[in-house]
């Protein structure tokens, strides 16, 4: 099994999941929670006896929230379009600034050095005012999250040097 969501790196907002299963398995998958799209004959409402339809529609749960597929679909769209790789390898380019700019200021880093050992999140320790720097950082309108006592430095295509640079000038001022 392979579930994902389009949210963050996707660029396909909140609410869309996706699976894939092998053909091989999905007979003997039984859903722990189900919902009338995932039997046989939907319209039957039989919920004593519920016969699972044959596809992967088995794992699917109620009626699909149309609205998010159109958000998704752009976001997959743009993706798409860029590239997966060339992402990747811009997002790497930018991590490495990222690296660059919290040995500079002697913040530990979490996020493995080897490009091919991580994904697209940084987390770059800055104790336990992370939080508080992290909503600091949004009220001068720098983008991070937070986990614990890390920042979390998440770069996309779209991102630039100059958004890296300036997301570090202001975290050197509240560290």
């Known amino acids: 099994l392979y579930v994902a969501g389009t949210l963050k790196f996707l660029c396909g ?24 799209f995932a ?38 769209e743009v993706i798409a379009e860029v590239g997966v ?3 990747r390898e811009r997002q790497w380019e930018l991590q490495e600034r990222v690296f660059e700019h919290a040995d500079r200021l002697g913040l530990d880093v979490r996020t493995p050095r080897e490009p091919r050992a991580r994904g697209g999140v940084v987390n770059v ?21 937070f986990r614990g006592d890390g920042l979390r430095i998440s770069p996309h295509f779209f991102t630039n040097e100059d958004d890296v640079d300036r997301c570090f000038a202001e975290l050197a001022t509240l560290v």
Do not use: K, M
């Not at 699976?19 to 009338?36: H, I, N």
């Not at 320790?125 to 999250?145: F, K, N, Q, S, Y």
């Open 125 to 145: 320790r800055v104790g336990p005012e992370a939080e508080r720097i992290c909503h600091a950082l949004l009220a001068r309108d720098v983008c991070t999250d």
């Open 13 to 36: 907002g909140p609410g869309c999941v996706f699976l894939y299963c092998r053909r091989d398995l999905l007979a003997s998958l039984e859903p722990a929670v189900t919902g009338w």
């Open 85 to 87: 790789e060339r992402i």
């Open 39 to 76: 039997t046989a004959e939907p319209f039957s409402f039989d919920t004593e006896h519920p016969t699972y339809h044959p596809t992967a529609r088995r794992l699917e749960h109620g009626t699909p929230p149309a609205p998010v597929f159109f958000i998704a679909q752009g976001g997959i």
